[in-house]
């Protein structure tokens, strides 16, 4: 008995050791490796201004030029890039073409530096799981493990570009498989966020944070807690909206079956048009809209009009469904904040900052479904104070954005009602949800009652009118 003791807390101290070790490593250079991109990203931004005209005339170029250079050197970086990624951690144990790395860092810099409504947190994902399968092959990994260095990789891109080291650990495992959490991952993807995050701040990259309790008094009673429900519920239907943008976006221009890169033209010409309509608030990364919101000045109110939100899913999807390349997680923010912003004015509640916060991570949680990562950033990023409020709002969110997804690739492990009957262990994309059959024998119970009901009525109806009648005759 002893020896079968020891020799399993030997075995688990070695594979401790093993992970911690090679997570660490991962950690710090996709650390590095995302401080580079976000670098070169920053530079794009503060040489817009050099340009001779406004900087978004360049959207139609930029994008011909990002989806020729995905579609000549690594189509696998098309899209957003988690969603690649994840493709390939279930579909191909985590191998990814080394080929993306280069290429979808300047995808990206080429889209955002036109103002292509996307985020940065896809590319990143993308780069550290690239990092980390190009490290395993190096290495000559197996497979199991080459794939659990690759979802470290999401988890150290997402954290060294948002700031969110345990958010981002936890992102990087619940994100798979929509019901199960990958605990035997769980260590690795902490030790890498957070020595992704540590190095990228060792680098020079700032984050930001926003403490909305000095915004906005935060008290736990009743009538918030309600308003708050019905937030969830707001941003469970915005998310679904999101999904449904971006799919139907995506099915329209298929259908117009054009070359892909008169597509980019067309696109970025659209872009431009409806930009010089709508104003530029809706393009790029879009931090400083959702900075106003978050933290509103006292004296100098932001023009951030209700329907930004809208426009901004509009944006984004054009941009993604013509080919651009970047994150759909940074969109989300704005959406989210943006939305809860006009939430809080729908309802007429004063607490405008904290539905902004909870909007950013409740879209969040409904459109990537993934509500414990969400409710974590919400501590990271905002503080203790709103922990309860946004457990309950993304969680919300999470259960009426139902069984859809801005990832198509998720695992579907779990259903989302009692009363739906859903095939589990499919991706998400091919998710077959219809009611149990118990609910439609109950349903056409209730027809039938009502349909009974009807009869009887109608029936009183006639012998109430043949009465009347009948008195009528004799009188």
């Known amino acids: 008995m002893l020896r079968k003791h020891l020799t399993e807390q030997a075995a688990i101290f070695l594979s401790v050791a093993k992970w ?34 406004p900087y978004y005339y360049l959207l139609p170029i930029a994008l011909f030029l990002t989806v020729f250079l995905i579609r000549t050197f690594a189509p696998n970086a098309e899209g957003h890039g988690t969603e ?51 490290l395993s092959d190096m290495l000559h990994f197996s497979k199991e493990d080459r ?39 769980l260590l690795p993807s902490f030790i890498a966020g957070f ?35 019905a937030a969830g519920i707001f941003f469970g239907i915005v998310s679904d909206l999101i999904v ?69 899913t509009v944006f984004t999807s054009i941009t993604l469904g013509v080919g651009g390349s970047g994150g759909i997680i940074t969109p989300l923010f704005y959406i989210g904040a943006t939305g809860g912003m006009a939430f809080a004015q729908i309802i007429g509640d004063s607490h405008v900052t904290l539905f902004a916060a909870l909007g950013f991570v409740s879209v969040l949680a409904g459109a990537t479904n993934a509500p414990i990562a969400a409710t974590i950033m919400a501590v990271e990023l905002f503080g203790l104070e709103i922990a309860h409020y946004a457990a309950l709002s993304a969680v919300i969110s999470f259960l009426i954005t139902g069984h859809r997804s801005v990832f198509p690739s998720q695992i579907l492990a779990m259903k989302k009602s009692e009363m739906l009957e859903v095939k589990v262990g499919e ?34 109806k006639k012998r109430k009118t043949s009465a009347l009648k009948q008195e009528k005759k004799e009188s």
């Open 84 to 134: 690649k990624v994840i493709e390939a951690v279930h579909k191909k144990h985590g191998k990814i073409d080394v080929a993306v790395i280069p290429v979808k860092l300047f995808a990206t810099v080429l889209t955002l530096f036109a103002g292509g409504s996307v985020g940065k947190e896809g590319p990143g994902a993308q780069i550290g799981a690239g990092t980390a399968s190009l």
């Open 20 to 53: 911690v070790l090679l997570s660490s490593v991962i950690g710090v250079v996709i650390g590095a490796v995302v401080t580079l991109f976000l670098k070169i990203l920053i530079v794009g931004e503060q040489n817009r201004a050099t340009l001779p005209f």
């Open 244 to 312: 449904t943008a971006m799919n139907m976006t995506h099915h329209f221009i298929k259908k117009l079956s054009l070359h892909p890169y008169f597509v980019a033209l067309l696109g970025g010409a659209v872009l431009v048009l409806l930009t010089l309509i709508f104003g530029e608030r809706y393009l790029g990364l879009g931090l400083g809209t959702i900075k106003d919101v978050l933290t509103p000045h006292p004296y100098i109110p932001a023009d951030v009009p209700w329907y930004a939100f809208i426009l901004k």
């Open 195 to 229: 020595a992704a995050f540590t190095t990228a701040q060792f680098l020079g990259i700032e984050y930001t944070y926003f403490d909305i309790h000095f915004f906005q008094t935060v008290t736990l009673d009743l009538p918030l807690i309600l308003k708050v429900v």
């Open 147 to 185: 794939k659990k260095l690759v979802i470290c990789g999401i988890s150290a891109g997402f954290a060294s570009v948002f700031g969110t080291p345990i958010a981002g650990a936890i992102f990087g495992v619940e994100v798979l498989i929509i019901g199960v959490i990958l605990y035997d991952v």
């Open 427 to 460: 991706v998400i994309e091919k998710a077959d949800v219809d009611l149990e059959e118990k609910e439609i024998g109950r349903i056409r119970d209730i027809k039938e009652r009502l349909r009974r009901r009807r009869e009887k009525l109608n029936e009183k």
